[in-house]
């Protein structure tokens, strides 16, 4: 049987823009499969039609979440998704010029019984926190992250990098990309949190752990994540799917 979830969603438009470029997809039952979907999308910054774009990719996973649940080979089934969604992104660009370059980010997961498989492309970031301890399930396409990888900067020194935001891969940006998946099993007790940018490039790790392992109502925990990176200065819409879960 699927664990027992609770879901907290939080979205607010970020100061400096006009309107919100994040978009999210909470689906508790895909029908009669045994599993959900969960999906936090952040339009690219800097080209016009972020929200376009996020609001585009959300539509394509509704309308196929059904084949999502049947799906036998589930990460080829969502990168094809992604790669049709990807062309239908560029093909809208071309259509209509002064959206050229409308691209959006993605981080998406699927929950069975047992298990998440977590899939992203962008920055924005997945987290489990367990009985076993908190980790990232994402990686980010950044310049950031690749001094992180390269072992030339630490993890809590990526949001001190002044080119933080420049992302080397998100849907509609160009016609190929590389979907980073990562399968794990999650305890009897857990945690997921799905995030736009507008939260951790303000908010490090040891910051949103600390938050989440409160004895504190689950949408409070998800207000606090809010307000810590208020606090802290961003400016960016900030979108935060947080789920407690049980397995039964």
């Known amino acids: 049987m699927l664990p027992v979830v609770n879901v907290s969603k939080k979205s607010i438009k970020g100061k400096n823009h006009s309107v919100i470029e994040d978009s999210y997809l909470v689906r508790c039952e895909i029908n009669s499969s045994n599993c959900r979907l969960f999906i936090v999308c952040d339009g690219v910054g800097g080209y016009p039609g972020g929200d376009i774009a996020s609001k585009m990719v959300i539509e394509t996973f509704k309308e196929s979440s059904l084949a999502i649940g049947k799906s036998y080979e589930l990460e080829t ?97 160009k016609e190929s990309f590389e979907v980073h998946f990562r399968k794990v099993e999650f305890g009897k007790y857990f945690q997921i949190l799905l995030c736009s940018d507008g939260l951790t490039d303000f908010v490090d790790d040891c910051q949103i752990e600390k938050i989440l392992s409160d004895e504190k109502k689950l949408e409070i925990r998800a207000e606090e994540l809010v307000k810590e990176a208020l606090n802290s200065g961003s400016d960016d819409d900030i979108t935060i799917l947080l789920i407690e879960g049980r397995k039964q």
């Open 77 to 173: 089934t969502i990168e094809s998704l992604l790669q049709q969604v990807n062309q239908d992104l560029i093909a809208y660009g071309k259509k209509n010029p002064e959206y050229r370059k409308l691209s959006t980010t993605i981080a998406g997961l699927v929950m069975d019984e047992k298990s998440i498989v977590a899939f992203n492309v962008g920055d924005s970031r997945i987290y489990l926190r367990d009985l076993n301890g908190f980790k990232q399930l994402t990686r980010d396409d950044s310049i950031a992250w690749e001094r992180y990888e390269e072992g030339i900067i630490h993890k809590n020194q990526i949001n001190k990098q002044k080119d933080k935001n420049i992302i080397t891969a998100a849907l509609g940006l």
